[in-house]
């Protein structure tokens, strides 16, 4: 059953973003994660020009990225389980050190000059394996830092941060792999590694400090509580599938994110491009641009959701943002690629606002004892099917060409947000 949710009342929103930086775990976490991502974006260039620049094919990338993807959505699922067994700051920590391993070991590869394809493929299964697992217990680990009103702003300053280090992180990462080496990337990926296992390492074993001061006691086992977890809630420790089979909302959640990723992944990765090349007449470096107004987008909605203020109701918001983001997908392929930045702008805007209020509204809904559980399900809904979805995508962008598959797209979110509006339990959120 959910738990009960508490009165709102509104706050001011900027001020509310900045009193975080004073809670000293957050401020690790915050910094720790945005310097992993920007290692993130190094790997994500560094490793396809390593493969293509040292006697690799296309086919030999699409293996090892296959490698590193597979078990990356598969994992979200297990991390989930793990980061309610090991408590999320413990399990992130133990997997930024195995990361760190591991990347060390491609670089030293990469500096030697030509990796094989199966070292290659034995170091990308485990790191996209913890990959995978690190995304729900970093999704549960801001509820364990911040308190209830804190939540939503914390969202919004992480997903930000997010948004930036990658935005930053692949320009920067073009710069030092065509400057320098691909290996010296790689190697940069592993000191990221090295701060964000610190930043944790250094998280000390109260729940959290308050913004004014106060704490929150916790005994060193107990560290990682959930501080919105209610006595009640606790004592009646729910199993996982009593919840999933009994929370509407997470039903919910599940069918909208499942139905969205099927039609959203592949719009992005293979229509996409395919209308730039062809209908638009576009070149690569119009892709980017397109790609580029998504991620400014995503980054601008990131902060503007974390300042909204503290409203009773926000399912109507969630919702009302999913609207845009269907129109956006299918008003993408008429104004050209002008038209389509334009487009993706304002529905990286919507989506990331969408993500923040979904998400916290979630995680002060679900019992302390199943977040990471029900975190790694949520998450591999959303991501998990993305080789389903490239896989259609491709299909019918062959047979019936890509433009038609933005409206196409466009009404099937917009019958989701549809349904969502008749749900409740979603509404009043």
């Not at 000390?204 to 005994?219: V, Y």
């Not at 959640?253 to 209308?275: D, H, K, N, Q, R």
Request: aromatic share 8%; net charge neutral.
């Amino acid at each position: 059953m959910e738990s009960a949710a508490q009165p709102d009342t509104a706050k001011p929103a900027a001020g509310g973003m900045m009193r975080l930086f004073k809670v000293p775990n957050f401020m690790l976490l915050f910094g720790g994660q945005t310097i992993s991502t920007f290692g993130d974006a190094l790997y994500m260039v560094a490793l396809p020009w390593l493969i293509l620049t040292t006697g690799g094919s296309a086919q030999e990338l699409g293996i090892v990225l296959s490698a590193y993807g597979i078990p990356r959505a598969v994992c979200m699922l297990a991390g989930g389980w793990l980061s309610d067994r090991l408590r999320p700051r413990r399990f992130m920590l133990i997997a930024d050190t195995v990361r760190l391993l591991l990347m060390g070991v491609l670089a030293v590869l990469a500096f030697g000059g030509h990796p094989l394809l199966w070292q290659l493929c034995a170091i990308a299964v485990p790191l996209g394996a913890l990959g995978g697992a690190f995304t729900p217990a970093s999704m549960s680990m801001v509820p364990d830092i911040l308190d209830r009103d804190d939540l939503q702003a914390g969202n919004g300053l992480m997903m930000a941060s997010m948004q930036g280090a990658n935005l930053i992180g692949s320009s920067i990462a073009g710069v030092i792999v065509s400057g320098l080496t691909s290996a010296v990337a790689l190697a940069i990926d592993a000191v990221t590694f090295l701060f964000s296992a610190g930043s944790l390492a250094l998280m000390r074993g109260t729940k959290h400090a308050t913004p004014d001061g106060s704490q929150i006691e916790a005994s060193p086992e107990a560290s990682q509580d959930h501080p919105q977890a209610s006595a009640q809630e606790v004592g009646m420790q729910i199993s996982f599938w009593g919840y999933l089979g009994t929370s509407r909302l997470i039903q919910i959640a599940l069918f909208m994110f499942i139905v969205s990723s099927l039609v959203t992944g592949g719009l992005i990765e293979v229509a996409l491009p395919a209308l730039v090349q062809g209908p638009m007449q576009g070149n690569a470096s119009g892709f980017g641009f397109i790609l580029g107004g998504w991620g400014a987008g995503a980054l601008i909605g990131s902060i503007l959701a974390g300042m909204v203020g503290k409203y009773k109701r926000k399912g109507l918001i969630i919702l009302l943002g999913g609207m845009i983001i269907a129109a956006m997908f299918a008003l993408l392929p008429v104004g050209g690629v002008l038209g389509a930045v334009a487009c993706m702008l304002i529905g990286g805007i919507a989506s990331s606002g969408f993500a923040v209020l979904f998400f916290t509204a979630v995680q002060m809904n679900i019992p302390s004892h199943l977040m990471g559980r029900i975190m790694g399900l949520l998450m591999f809904s959303s991501q998990g099917l993305y080789p389903v979805s490239t896989v259609l995508a491709g299909v019918l962008a062959n047979h019936f060409g890509p433009a038609i598959l933005f409206p196409f797209a466009g009404l099937v979110l917009a019958v989701v947000m549809l349904f969502g509006m008749t749900q409740k339990v979603l509404r009043e959120l």
